[in-house]
T-cell receptor
Framework: GQNIDQPTEMTATEGAIVQINCTYQ??????LFWYQQHAGEAPTFLSY??LDGLEEKGRFSSFLSRSKGYSYLLLKELQMKDSASYLC??????????WGAGTKLIIKP | IAGITQAPTSQILAAGRRMTLRCTQD?????MYWYRQDLGLGLRLIHY???????GKGEVPDGYSVSRANTDDFPLTLASAVPSQTSVYFC??????????????FGPGTRLTVL
């Protein structure tokens, strides 16, 4: 079967750095996405990786290792507004997105 | 303002009733999707449409139907609602299904409770 694993919840301090991991086992791979979802709101697109390596976008970076079935989202200089759930999704061989259950990130002052 | 709208925002429905959730996008996206999101689970695909006039089944299609008469609208119908269909429903769209950087954009969601 297809599986996306992420930690259920993480806590970090304002101004610090946090890394959210995602491991996947899917039938085929056509890219990995990270989305942010604030409570009660829709998911919004953060990043996309299809080749191995690091993609940097401001305070957020995303890393991919296809051989290890592994990705992480790195958030720097954490702000209170970063408190949200972070969803990892993999596009499989049928070009459908398979979603993880999300990681709830709690930021403390 | 370009984007995706969904209606209603929330609904409480008696079991056995028929219900249609509406979704409209004005981004001229080819592909549209319906997901449900339940606590502790990832988003699960119900149905999708790669282009107007075509639809396909996702991971959890039973009890739901869709139609895609035009590019903009993609309604989701529950023919006879059951309590297990209590969930938050998200509609999404993307420019071209399966494209190299195809990104899905989501509507605000419909919170449905079936009693």
């Amino acid at each position: 079967g297809q599986n996306i694993d992420q930690p259920t919840e993480m806590t970090a301090t304002e101004g610090a750095i946090v890394q959210i991991n995602c491991t996947y086992q899917t039938s085929g791979f056509n890219g990995l996405f990270w989305y942010q979802q604030h409570a009660g709101e829709a998911p919004t697109f953060l990043s996309y990786n299809v080749l191995d390596g690091l993609e940097e976008k401001g305070r957020f970076s995303s890393f991919l290792s296809r051989s290890k079935g592994y990705s992480y989202l790195l958030l720097k200089e954490l702000q209170m507004k970063d408190s949200a759930s972070y969803l990892c999704a993999v596009r499989d061989s049928n070009y459908q997105l398979i979603w993880g259950a999300g990681t709830k990130l709690i930021i403390k002052p | 303002i370009a984007g995706i709208t969904q209606a209603p925002t929330s609904q409480i429905l008696a079991a056995g009733r028929r219900m249609t959730l509406r979704c409209t996008q004005d981004m001229r996206h080819n592909a549209m999707y319906w997901y449900r999101q339940d606590l502790g689970l990832g988003l699960r695909l119900i149905h999708y449409s790669n282009t107007a006039g075509t639809t396909g089944k996702g991971e959890v299609p039973d009890g739901y139907s869709v139609s895609r008469a035009n590019t903009d609208d993609f309604p989701l119908t529950l023919a006879s609602a059951v309590p297990s269909q209590t969930s938050v429903y998200f509609c999404a769209s993307s420019h071209l299904a399966g494209g190299p950087t195809d990104t899905q954009y989501f509507g605000p969601g419909t919170r449905l409770t079936v009693l």
